[in-house]
Each structure stands twice: as structure tokens, then as C-alpha cells.
């Protein structure tokens, strides 16, 4: 799912290879600005072609595609036998794994853009029809809705972020929620600004959010309340945090990269990449980042002392996040290649 897991952490289980090479290369139809799930030996990837697709890892054979109604630009969440997506059509909709074939599908007013989380037998998905919407995995019956309060041109972008006790999700017109997830009742609201376009990473008692007013929070996850606001100044801030040793770290759209400390936002390092990103880092477990541009360039940083250990080129922008999995790293251009490297 987007963000590895609810609490958005971007850290896979599996190390980030040294110095892959291209393994397979897939082609599927239409633009792809989601990231892919790796799940065993699959890899879920959904695009504007109105299709998913299921590829083996090993080979990137196609194992099965369905077709939906409308464009995809949410990153597959799955779990169990169940591969769940949102489309432009406001449709939420669950697959099985192995066959592709359509479980459910439930209606939202408007559409899906938010990628969806599963946590505990429940999805948890924003529309842009304002709403936060919690749905039962297995029926597909809605749970709750949470109408959040922006204007109706406004909506939910970003994919939301889960505790064992709450749901929290940012809105385009800068309103930061909490709701509890069994209920969907209210709990508390943060103003941030401007628009949330990124998920959370929630760690210990802490969200850390990126906002499209140029600023990085640290919101007290009970309560709210700002711990710490840090300006970027002229750059936006781009991704959802990842947090290594007490450091997050965070692209800007520029190619610049940054180190926060989490403690007090201070900024403490700098890199610059030269060239656009539209999402952030994914970890091994060797605590080794990798980042891509909208050239196709991937660049992996030893996220222990900051320092280049490898960079490589793929013929197309990049503008959907990464994975890594133990089969290596999934890098999609926006044509449509699916890549594989190891």
C-alpha cells in the first residue's frame, strides 16, 4: 500500500540492492503517476489505461489486468487475497489477487485520488466529495463517512494515516483532521496552512506533515497541537517524510533534499539533486534511500551519513513513487515501463 504501511513510515523490510541493473521491463497502457504494491512475488501496479495489472516479480510476465471505469491514480493497497484501488470515478473497488477478478465495488460522489490504506480488516480512503470514508474490506459496506469542511472545489488528495485509535488526513484547502476510526467522530483539526497533497508518517507521538505553503509540521498526534513548523522558503516540499535516526528526510520539487531533525525541526543537512521530484524517499533496511526525478534518474543516499552511493537512468519521467521489495527496486516512467532492478 501507499506509504508501506497506515502509519506511512516508507520503510521497507527488504535492503535497497548496491549498484542494480535493469532485470525486466513491462510495458502497460496509459500514463501511471501511482506507485506499485509488491506483495510475495507480484507487483500491483494501476494507471490511466483504467487498468490494474499483476506482474510475477521474477519475470514481469503478466499474470492478470482488469479493466475498471475510469483512470487510476491510486497506488494499490493490498492484503490477504485483496488488491484494493480507487478511480477517477469515485468507485472503490477490491480484486482478487490471483485472478483479478472484481470482488466489490462502492460508490463515493466524487473521485479517488487518495490512495487507500488497509489496517485491521478496514480501508480507509479520501474522495474528493470532502469526505473520509472507512469500508469494510471483505463486503465493501461503508463503515463511516467524515464530511471535512473545505470548499466543494477542494477535496482529499493525500492518503490517510492510521493508529490503533485514530485517522488522520490533510485536505487541499489546509485542514489537517483527526477522526476516530471506530466511530469517525471528530477529535481535532490543525490549520497547516495550505493544501495537503502528501500522506503523514506518524512515529511515536508525532505526525510530520508537508504542506504546499513551503512548510514541514510536527503535529502532536492526541491533541494537534505544532510542536515545530520549518519553513523551506522558496521550495516545496514534496513526498511524506521518512524518519531515520532522528532525522526526516524530504525532497523539494527544485531536486533539493533535506535533513530535519525531528525534535526540533531544525534544518541540518542539504543535497541537491538538480533536477525535479514529485515524490519522496523509500528505504531499505539497510537504511539506504533511493529517490527518482521526473528525469529518470534514481539516486540511492546512505540515509546513515548522507552520503551517494550509486545513481542510474531510466528513458522517461518518473512522476509515481518507488517500492523496494527483496526481488529489488519497481521504478514506473510515466509512459507506462514498468521496471524492475536489481
Do not use: C
Not at 124 to 130: C, M, Q, R
Not at 321 to 340: F, K, Q, R
Amino acid at each position: 500500500m501507499a506509504g508501506q504501511n497506515p502509519q506511512h513510515t516508507m520503510h521497507s523490510s527488504a535492503p535497497a540492492p548496491s549498484n542494480p541493473h535493469v532485470i525486466w521491463q513491462t510495458q502497460i497502457d496509459g500514463a501511471v503517476y501511482a506507485g506499485p504494491a509488491i506483495v510475495g512475488h507480484t507487483v500491483y501496479v494501476a494507471g490511466h489505461g483504467k487498468r490494474v495489472w499483476a506482474l510475477n516479480a521474477a519475470t514481469g510476465s503478466v499474470r492478470w489486468k482488469q479493466e475498471l471505469g475510469e483512470a487510476i491514480s491510486t497506488t494499490p493497497a493490498v492484503t490477504g487475497n485483496t488488491v484494493v484501488v480507487g478511480a477517477k470515478d469515485g468507485i472503490l473497488t477490491a480484486l482478487d489477487t490471483q485472478r483479478g477478478t472484481i470482488k466489490w465495488q462502492t460508490k463515493t460522489d466524487k473521485k479517488i485520488v487518495s490512495s487507500p490504506i488497509i489496517d485491521q480488516g478496514t480501508i480507509f480512503v479520501g474522495s474528493n466529495d470532502l469526505h473520509l470514508y472507512a469500508v469494510d474490506l471483505a463486503s465493501g459496506k461503508i463503515h463511516w463517512r467524515y464530511l471535512t469542511h473545505g470548499y466543494k472545489y477542494s477535496g482529499l488528495f493525500s492518503s490517510p494515516t492510521a493508529d490503533r485509535e485514530r485517522v488522520y488526513v490533510g485536505t487541499k484547502d489546509g485542514e489537517f483532521y483527526a477522526v476516530y476510526r471506530d466511530s469517525g467522530k471528530f477529535i481535532w483539526k490543525r490549520d497547516v496552512g495550505s493544501s495537503v497533497y502528501r500522506a503523514a508518517l506518524l512515529a511515536g507521538e508525532h505526525l510530520y506533515i508537508s504542506s504546499y505553503n513551503r512548510r514541514v509540521y510536527a503535529l502532536d498526534r492526541t491533541n494537534g497541537a505544532v510542536v515545530w513548523r520549518t519553513s523551506l522558503l522558496d521550495d516545496w516540499p514534496m513526498g511524506t517524510p521518512v524518519l531515520v535516526n532522528g532525522m526526516l528526510y524530504l525532497p523539494s520539487r527544485s531536486g533539493k533534499l533535506y535533513g530535519i531533525n525531528a525534535t526540533n525541526g531544525k534544518i541540518e543537512w542539504r543535497d541537491d539533486l538538480g533536477v525535479s521530484v514529485q515524490h519522496g524517499f523509500v528505504v531499505g533496511s539497510n537504511q539506504v534511500g533511493v529517490i527518482a526525478t521526473v528525469d529518470g534518474e534514481l539516486f540511492a543516499i546512505n540515509l546513515q551519513n548522507q552520503q551517494r552511493l550509486w545513481q542510474k537512468t531510466l528513458p522517461g519521467a518518473i512522476k509515481a513513487p518507488l517500492a523496494i521489495s527483496s526481488h529489488g527496486i519497481v521504478a514506473i516512467t510515466e509512459d507506462g515501463v514498468v521496471t524492475l532492478l536489481r
